[in-house]
């Protein structure tokens, strides 16, 4: 399985950026995707889950801005980030979970990760 993301970049703060991640290797709709970013230096966060049926869930800290979509036509993960703040500095990872439905440990595939720069 492959995992490949983009999109990422330079933007300023208040401002929206779309990540995507291409999946390959499987059966895209089969399983649940999700985005976790990571800080050097810090631990790597959850940011969003979608399972099989379109079903999501977002960490605290990006609620009400980003939004987690998938289009199985096309084997792509999506993040929308829209009022983006300095604090979501990070490099995004997109990752394939091994089941329908997320669980809390078992993401199984992971991407290489895009950065995304917020100024302030």
């Known amino acids: 399985v492959q995992l490949q993301a983009s999109g990422g970049g330079l933007v300023q703060a208040g401002g929206s950026l779309r990540i995507s991640c291409v999946a390959s290797?499987?059966?895209?709709?089969?399983?649940?995707m999700g985005w976790f970013r990571q800080v050097p230096g810090k631990e790597r966060e959850f940011v969003a889950n979608?399972?099989?049926?379109?079903?999501?869930t977002y960490g605290d800290s990006v609620k009400g801005r980003f939004t987690i979509s998938r289009d199985n036509a096309k084997n792509t993960l999506s993040l929308q980030m829209n009022n983006l703040k300095p604090e979501d500095t990070a490099v995004y990872y997109c990752?394939?979970?091994?089941?329908?439905?997320?669980?809390?440990?078992?993401?199984?595939?992971w991407g290489k990760g895009t950065l995304v720069t917020v100024s302030s």
């Open positions: 990752t394939s979970y091994a089941t329908a439905y997320p669980l809390t440990d078992n993401m199984e595939y």
């Open positions: 290797g499987r059966t895209f709709r089969n399983y649940a």
């Open positions: 979608i399972n099989w049926a379109h079903g999501t």
